[in-house]
């Protein structure tokens, strides 16, 4: 506020003018962010102060005094820090507790280029000045122009070196002619110089009188509210805010005009509804003669989210320092993350730098409109790709774009259908050790920024400290609560003895293992136990010295008579341990060993003759784990696999399998251990790594032993021998009882279906004959009918033999098959005018060809003989047979008309069931054809497969 003397007049009698200059004063104050500014005028050669802020008025003066040393200057002149000036440290400026340290001051320059006065602002420390700083004064030192009256125009020129000053009088006269002549001109000029500064003020800026009416606005509030100016001329100020904010803001406008000023915070409602925090001032000054109220807006959104932000962190502190475990602590980070960033999915792991792990404390999801928390169990918790890239490299702002994926690098958790668009994630750090990873989601795409980053590690940071004393505070108490399980619970003795050697200490199982009650122990030499055999003063001795020199014996095997006059072994563990508030102690555990010796003598015998058994069994045996890892084998076993020993000792079951199925086995086998159900006994064909093939029969057995891991033992026995003979005398009896029930078919077929043809054909033939000889008169037609009957029968019989053929075992090689097919071809020329050759071998092997085969390949034969008689036209045909090693090869040639193989009918299905028969019994064709030329059809066969 100003501090103004006014000796001939009130605030409240000044005039509009010099009030607008009090405000200017005191915004150059509040834009340069000093506490003080002032306004001067050159007047007799003298800076005469017209309007300051933060100063009393004999401050304002010796100040205006000093600033006379820089009339000379034409531009503004800005010192950071006077007292380093040599042209003004040595001047007394006027400093009260403290000297002024920073000055700025800026001309205030008439049109024609002479000095009116200045506009000046300074601080008591030094300090910097901004480029907007400085462009903001010059317009308010431009504003402030406007607001002078004429009298006060007592102008200076700027000398040149050498020309001598003119005199005060031709100066007056010389500024009130000017001021005269170009007063319209100025006056419109200074009022779009006046609105131009307006403009570019920050914030917004307005002017109402007492009835609400704006006066003046600068384009910022026309931006920021979304109202055009005709719209804002019709509006109250109280308009532009909520039914909330009304009755403070009416409250306040009313104190401006009560006290002076008044100041405000609420929120700036838009045309569209948009409220948006702002700081408002407003100060009281008389405009065309009415009060009125000027002020500014600042918005305050960023310092209200920093305040806000720093309330949140305080809260979160207090918050934290009441949780007692991690899931209570991860949830009062949630919420405030929550208030803060406004998140879909959240999530809070802590980490073990000593085991590698992370350990999920909180997990939050977003589904179907609300917050759930998840149960996530952990199979593998190393960190994530991901994770290990955050506790390594440090914080992490994920902005993912449409459409959404789910990440590779990471373990998703809660809704797998909605990916997070964005994603931040930062350490969670006590001091400079790495604790945990903290990280929020949200489904809305470039939901935070690089700063909401910086804030959530802030707050991360905030809670490593509380999270680890969590932790600390957990361990402490589990540590506590083992120890005295422990102490309770223990199958061994358990001895606190002092530096004396005297028992401070027993528990139940120590009492148990002596026969001696707890009463009966404590405070007496821990000697008391042994019998009087012992040599118990020499015991004590040795004991007290070993204390003295911490050289307490740390395991003792031995035997031990007790005062009942049991024997026992026992194995005796000692540690020096330090209590709180306590002196040294001893703490010694006592395990009876006495079964366990007997035991160990028992299983050494059981183990030798196991051993026996194992390596001189026939059969192969294996002992695997339950990641089917082997951990025994025997020499029977090595041989089966054909591996040594120390290939298979520690390696995969896999590994003795061949690749292709090798991983699929082993999965299986751990799958049914898991679930024990791996089968008692079972039969299969195995291949393995070297891609031999065997059976095996397998006796599977789970070693359960009380406090060790199941192990699985299989006994195996190779039957691949036993099992060939078996399958091929298998074989053998299905092929001989196949080839009986073929020797059926065809007999009876002969018989019966050819016998019954063979009297139609005779039958008809014998009608034929008579209706020719005349002794049965008879149509035309029947005739024809007859005798298409006798064709008919004639061709089924053909057709009969060769399925009798194809299916009778007898003809089952390649020589009958050769034979049948000389024979076919014979039968089918003969009666025509081509000439054929057949090229058949004298000699062919004794090739077992199966009834398929023969009869798909004389089908084919049959097809292509067909071919030559109907559509070839050729006058010779060649019938060729071969065999190179196992491939048999039918060949036929014709010097008919040929056809272009590429220009085949679309409805001719010849040549393609000619293909497939062909396929089907693993043989190809092979075709060549030309116009003119002949024709050439090449079928093969391997005869082994």
């Not at 280029?113 to 480029?131: E, F, Y």
């Not at 977003?366 to 190393?382: A, C, H, M, S, W």
């Not at 006059?565 to 005796?572: F, P």
Request: with cysteine; glycine share 6%.
């Amino acid at each position: 506020m100003k501090n103004r003397e006014i000796t001939l007049q009130g605030e409240a009698d000044r005039s509009p003018r010099e009030s607008l200059l009090d405000d200017l004063t005191s915004l150059a104050a509040r834009i340069c962010q000093v506490p003080y500014s002032l306004i001067c005028l050159w007047k007799h050669g003298q800076a005469q102060p017209i309007s300051w802020f933060g100063l009393t008025a004999g401050e304002a003066e010796e100040i205006g005094r000093l600033s006379v040393l820089s009339e000379e200057q034409t531009e503004e002149l800005i010192l950071e820090d006077i007292q380093k000036s040599d042209r003004f440290a040595a001047e007394p400026w006027p400093g009260g507790e403290a000297p002024m340290r920073f000055y700025a001051g800026i001309h205030l320059l008439h049109p024609s280029g002479k000095i009116l006065g200045l506009l000046c602002v300074l601080d008591r420390r030094p300090r910097k000045m901004t480029r907007e700083d400085q462009l903001a004064l010059r317009k308010l030192g431009r504003l402030a122009l406007t607001e002078l009256k004429p009298e006060q125009l007592l102008i200076r020129t700027v000398r040149k070196p050498g020309i001598p000053r003119p005199t005060r009088e031709n100066d007056l006269v010389r500024a009130l002619t000017l001021a005269r002549n170009g007063a319209e001109e100025d006056l419109l000029r200074e009022r779009n110089l006046s609105d131009s500064i307006i403009n570019s003020l920050p914030g917004i800026f307005y002017l109402f009188n007492k009835g609400g009416e704006f006066l003046r606005w600068n384009r910022n509030l026309e931006r920021v509210t979304g109202y055009s100016n005709s719209e804002i001329a019709g509006m109250s100020p109280l308009e532009f805010f909520g039914d909330g904010d009304k009755n403070r803001i009416a409250e306040r406008i009313q104190s401006v005009f009560e006290n002076g000023q008044a100041n405000v915070e609420a929120n700036l409602v838009s045309k569209l509804g948009d409220a948006t925090p702002y700081y408002f001032t407003g100060t009281l000054m008389l405009f065309h003669g009415q009060p009125c109220v000027l002020g500014m807006g600042v918005d305050i959104t960023e310092h209200k989210r920093v305040e806000y932000r720093h309330l949140a962190l305080s809260k979160l502190g207090e918050s934290l320092s009441s949780a007692t475990t991690p899931k209570e602590a991860a949830r009062i980070i949630g919420d405030v993350s929550d208030e803060l960033f406004h998140w879909d999915a959240y999530s809070l792991n802590l980490y073990s730098p000593n085991q590698d792990k992370v350990h999920p404390v909180l997990n939050v999801d977003t589904i179907q409109g609300r917050k759930q928390e998840l149960f996530i169990p952990l199979v593998d918790n190393t960190p994530s790709m991901r994770s290990r890239r955050i506790l390594e490299a440090g914080a992490e702002l994920v902005l993912k774009n449409e459409p959404l994926k789910l990440s590779p690098d990471t373990f998703p958790f809660g809704d797998l259908a909605r990916p997070s668009a964005s994603i931040m994630l930062v350490q969670i750090r006590n001091r400079t050790k790495v604790i945990g990873i903290l990280s929020i989601h949200s489904y809305h795409i470039n939901a935070y920024k690089q700063e909401d980053l910086h804030l959530l590690q802030s707050l991360a940071d905030h809670c490593g400290g509380a999270l680890e004393r969590i932790r600390a505070e957990q361990e402490l108490k589990s540590s506590e609560k083992l120890f005295h399980s422990i102490w309770e619970n223990s199958v061994d003795g358990m001895r606190l003895t002092d530096e004396s050697g005297m028992i401070v200490a027993v528990n139940e199982a120590f009492c148990r293992l002596v026969g001696i009650q707890e009463n009966e122990l404590v405070g007496k030499p821990f000697t008391t136990i042994y019998s009087q055999a012992e040599n118990h003063d020499q015991l004590l001795f040795r004991y007290r010295q070993r204390f003295k020199n911490k050289n307490v014996e740390k395991t003792i095997e031995r035997k031990l008579t007790i005062r009942s006059g049991k024997t026992v072994d026992l194995e005796v563990t000692n540690s020096v341990i330090e209590l709180p508030e306590s002196k040294r102690m001893v703490l010694g555990l006592f395990r009876d060993t006495t079964e366990h010796k007997r035991a160990e003598d028992e299983l050494r015998k059981s183990e030798a003759q196991l051993r026996l058994v194992w390596e001189n069994s026939l059969d192969g045996m294996r002992l695997l784990d339950e990641h089917g890892i082997f951990l025994m084998v025997n020499e029977t076993f090595c041989r089966m696999v054909d591996k040594p020993r120390e290939e298979l000792l520690g390696r995969s079951l896999a590994s003795v399998y061949e690749p292709g199925q090798a991983k699929k086995i082993a999965q299986v086998f751990c799958e049914r251990f898991r679930e024990r159900l791996i089968p008692p006994h079972r039969e299969k064909e195995v291949t393995l790594w070297n891609g031999k093939v065997l059976f095996w029969e397998l006796t599977n057995s789970l070693l359960e032993v009380e406090e060790q891991p199941t192990l699985c033992l299989s006994v195996i026995r190779d039957m691949t021998v036993s099992k060939r003979v078996q399958r091929k005398i298998q074989q053998l009896e299905q092929q001989r009882a196949l080839e009986k029930e073929r020797d059926r078919i065809a007999r009876d077929m002969h018989d019966d279906v050819g016998g019954s043809l063979t009297r139609i054909t005779l039958l008809s033939e014998i009608a034929e004959a008579e209706i020719a000889s005349g002794k049965i008169v008879a149509p035309e037609e029947s005739r024809a009918r007859i005798q298409k009957i006798s064709a008919m029968s004639r061709e089924v019989v053909r057709n009969v033999d060769e399925i009798v053929w194809a299916v009778d075992p007898g003809n089952d090689s390649l020589e009958k098959f050769a034979s049948y097919i000389c024979h076919l071809a014979e039968e089918l020329l003969k009666v025509t005018v081509i000439n054929y050759r057949l090229d058949v071998p004298t000699m062919l092997p004794n090739y077992y060809l199966g009834s398929d085969v023969r009869h798909n390949l004389f089908l084919v034969v049959k097809e292509c003989l067909n071919n030559v008689v109907k559509h070839s036209e050729a006058t010779e045909v060649s019938l060729q047979m071969g065999i190179a090693g196992t491939e048999f090869t039918v060949t036929i040639s014709d010097n008919g008309r040929g056809f272009e193989t590429g220009k085949l009918k679309p409805f001719s299905n010849g040549l393609g069931n000619m293909r497939k028969r062909m396929d089907k019994i693993g043989g190809v064709i092979t075709l060549k054809s030309q116009l003119d030329h002949g024709t050439t059809v090449a079928l093969a066969i391997n005869l082994e497969k």
